[in-house]
């Protein structure tokens, strides 16, 4: 079945960028909302944004809203994340999610049944 893997994370000054990619193996994306989470240390996963199946929908946690956008490109079979003015408090392991579904329990992990390994994003001067 679907496979994610994340790539595209990295060592970045505040305020820089990174685009995170999220592709899918052995199945098309297509079918499914994909959300991003991530998890810093000592910290619980937290929803960072979420993109429906069609794209034409998408969600964003409130500490990254205006500096993250969600998009996918389901021909590429890969959904994206980009990330700007990157702040030290968003570095973190992030990681990619498919769903069956799409709705307000976007931001919950349960929703979600594939994983990628995650991607290290460190953001530090």
């Known amino acids: 079945h679907l496979q994610l893997v994340e790539s595209g994370g990295g060592l970045v000054q505040p305020g820089g960028s990174l685009t995170l990619s999220c592709a899918a193996s052995r199945s098309t994306l297509a079918p499914y909302s994909i959300a991003w989470f991530r998890q810093a240390p000592g910290k619980e996963r937290e929803a960072v944004s979420c993109?429906?199946?069609?794209?034409?929908?998408?969600n964003y946690a409130d500490s990254v809203k205006g500096r993250f956008t969600i998009s996918r490109d389901n021909a590429k079979n890969t959904a994206y994340l980009q990330m700007n003015s990157l702040k030290p408090e968003d570095a973190a392991i992030y990681y990619c999610?498919?769903?069956?579904?799409?709705?307000?329990?976007?931001?919950?992990?349960?929703?979600?049944?594939?994983w990628g390994q995650g991607t290290q994003v460190t953001v530090s001067s």
């Open positions: 993109i429906s199946s069609s794209g034409i929908n998408t």
């Open positions: 999610a498919a769903s069956e579904s799409y709705g307000v329990y976007w931001n919950k992990l349960y929703e979600y049944n594939l």
